[in-house]
C-alpha cells in the first residue's frame, strides 16, 4: 500500500471555527488530492497540488484553502467551518496527474461539524 | 467538464453469479477509466483501469470494456464472491481532469 497519512482520523468541531487536516505521503509523488465523500455524491474533487506551492481548485473547492510547503505535506483548511463540511476526507496521491495513473488514497478523516 | 453516470446504483447478486456495473461518460476526448472498490468504512482501491486504446482488459475474476463509440464502460466481476460486497466506483479522465461517477453498491447473498 501507497504510504500516505491523514490525521486526524476524526473530529468534531464547532461551526464557525477554522479546522486543518493533514495528509503526508511518503512515496515522493509530485500530484496530491483532496476528495470529500458525502452519501449519493460520490468523490468530489475539492483542491490538488502538481507541485510544492503549485495547487488548483476542483469542482467543490468554495469555502477550503490548501497549502503544499513540502513535496510530502499537503494541507486542506476550513476556515470558518459550516455543517455543510461534516463530510469524510480522503486524500490521494499519484505519480503523474489525473488522466495518467492512479490515484490512491489515504484512510480518511470524518469530519463532523456540529 | 466530463460527467461520469453509473447504472444500477444498487446490485444484489448471488453467490457464484456474475455481477456487471456500466458506466457512460460525456467527453469523447476521455482516455483513461479506471474502477475503484471501496469496503465499508475503508478507503477506495483501484481494482482495474483502461485505457482507450484498449477494448477489454481482465485480471483473474474481473475485466472491464470499453466501447469508445456508445462512450460506455462496464465492470465484470464472474464468479462472485462475498468478499466482493462493496462500492464499486468508475472514473473517466479527459484533458487531465477525473471524474466519478456516484458509485454502485454490489451485494453478494452467500
Not at chain 2, 64 to 69: E, I
Not at chain 2, 99 to 108: I, L
Amino acid at each position: 500500500d501507497a504510504g500516505i497519512t491523514q490525521s486526524p482520523r476524526h473530529k468534531v468541531t464547532e461551526t464557525g471555527t477554522p479546522v486543518t487536516l493533514r495528509c503526508h505521503q511518503t512515496e515522493n509523488h509530485r500530484y496530491m488530492y483532496w476528495y470529500r465523500q458525502d452519501p449519493g455524491h460520490g468523490l468530489r474533487l475539492i483542491h490538488y497540488s502538481y507541485g510544492v506551492k503549485d495547487t488548483d481548485k476542483g469542482e467543490v473547492s468554495d469555502g477550503y484553502s490548501v497549502s503544499r510547503s513540502k513535496t510530502e505535506d499537503f494541507l486542506l483548511t476550513l476556515e470558518s467551518a459550516t455543517s455543510s463540511q461534516t463530510s469524510v476526507y480522503f486524500c490521494a496521491i499519484s505519480e503523474v496527474g489525473q488522466g495518467g495513473s492512479p490515484l490512491h488514497f489515504g484512510n480518511g478523516t470524518r469530519l463532523t461539524v456540529t | 467538464g466530463e460527467n461520469v453516470e453509473q447504472h444500477p446504483s444498487t446490485l444484489s447478486v448471488q453467490e457464484g453469479d456474475s455481477a456487471v456495473i456500466k458506466c457512460t461518460y460525456s467527453d469523447s476526448a476521455s482516455n483513461y477509466f479506471p474502477w475503484y472498490k471501496q469496503e465499508l468504512g475503508k478507503r477506495p482501491q483501484l481494482i482495474i483501469d483502461i485505457r482507450s486504446n484498449v477494448g477489454e482488459k481482465k485480471d483473474q475474476r474481473i475485466a472491464v470494456t470499453l466501447n469508445k463509440t456508445a462512450k460506455h464502460f462496464s465492470l465484470h466481476i464472474t464468479e462472485t464472491q462475498p468478499e466482493d460486497s462493496a462500492v464499486y466506483f468508475c472514473a473517466a479522465s479527459g484533458n487531465n481532469r477525473l471524474a466519478f461517477g456516484k458509485g454502485n453498491q454490489v451485494v453478494v447473498i452467500p
